[in-house]
């Protein structure tokens, strides 16, 4: 298949990109390189995807966007790029709603005028809001976003839906559930706490560690990404986590015993916007994508340090 992704430089791109190199795809990055965090951490995973084109631009430059969609004829589209993050979307809601809704809306009406090019949509767990269900369920009522982040992922897996009912692009939106592992994003959760447990510094600890997270290990990720490309038919929308929760106490311990350090809490009150839990019902991507996660959290927390500790060890990238 001939693959546009965009994001396709960053934590969860590059690894699809990889994979998707490996098994003899053709793919086209597109990624704007920014500043939300260093750069330089994305153009180094830009330069091991060999093979694969690298379009240095915005998602939301339209001229570019028509230009790339003229020059290849695209199979599909694995849209990860996104202005990413709970948090930083309470600060500047008017410029995750432009980048998270606005370029999605680019890419399909490219999509619109190629009705038999497949498109997968990075969405997140975030759309559940304060749902009082768990596990979470693909066909559960959420008409709660709890902030400008995640109301941008459920706009933009409505979009996807209206131009799928209009011009019948097949379509697969994949909630992903907190993920983590090697490239992860510096300034996510798990990065934060390994960097700080390492270095003997405090860890910020918010609330009273009883909040729970489904944490999904990015070689999990990656599976449900490929198999959901390859089965993307019709419209649906899958979970896509380890099916297991974790307390935040628990996540704190099990990063200090995989950094063979006592972790320092920093305690803080609850963050705006956070939730209490997030759980992934993943029965559908099972029955349907043969998805079967694998990494349990403690083992993917080795993993990771081990990927921190081993770069830790090499020269930092040109450009740092």
């Known amino acids: 298949m001939n693959l546009l992704i965009t994001g396709g430089a960053g934590f969860i791109g590059s690894h699809v990109a990889e994979t998707l190199l490996a098994r003899g795809d053709t793919v086209v990055v597109l990624d704007n390189f920014n500043d939300f965090y260093d750069p330089a951490l994305k153009r180094e995973n830009a330069a091991a995807l060999n093979g694969a084109r690298v379009v240095v631009g915005d998602l939301r430059e339209r001229e570019l966007v028509k230009k790339l969609f003229a020059e290849e004829r695209f199979d599909a589209v694995i849209h990860l790029a996104a202005m990413a993050g709970v948090r930083p979307s309470l600060q500047d809601p008017l410029y995750y709603e432009d980048v998270n809704v606005r370029g999605t809306l680019i890419l399909l009406e490219e999509l619109r005028a190629r009705p038999k090019t497949k498109f997968v949509f990075a969405s997140s767990s975030s759309v559940y809001g304060a749902n009082d269900q768990v596990p979470f369920r693909e066909a559960d009522d959420i008409p709660h976003p709890m902030s400008p982040y995640a109301a941008t992922k459920r706009s933009g897996e409505l979009h996807a839906w209206t131009y799928h009912h209009l011009y019948g692009i097949p379509t697969t939106c994949l909630r992903f559930f907190t993920v983590y592992g090697p490239r992860q994003r510096p300034e996510m959760a798990i990065a934060k706490f390994v960097r700080a447990c ?6 910020p600890f918010f ?11 990015v ?26 929760t974790t307390s935040l106490s628990e996540l704190v311990q099990w990063v200090g015993e995989a950094c063979g350090k006592p972790p320092i809490l920093d305690r803080q009150p609850m963050q705006p916007g956070d939730v209490l839990v997030t759980f992934a019902d993943v029965t559908k991507a ?35």
């Open 198 to 203: 390492l270095d003997g510094k405090p860890i």
């Open 207 to 217: 609330g009273d560690g009883t909040m729970r997270r489904d944490y999904t290990y």
């Open 219 to 244: 070689d999990d990720i990656v599976d449900g990404v490929v198999k959901a490309l390859d089965r993307c038919a019709g419209y649906e929308i899958y979970n896509l986590g380890e099916s297991a």
């Open 286 to 320: 099972k029955t349907k994508l043969g998805y079967a996660p694998k990494t349990p959290v403690k083992e993917g927390l080795a993993r990771y340090v081990a990927w921190v500790r081993a770069r830790s060890a090499r020269p930092e990238p040109a450009g740092r």
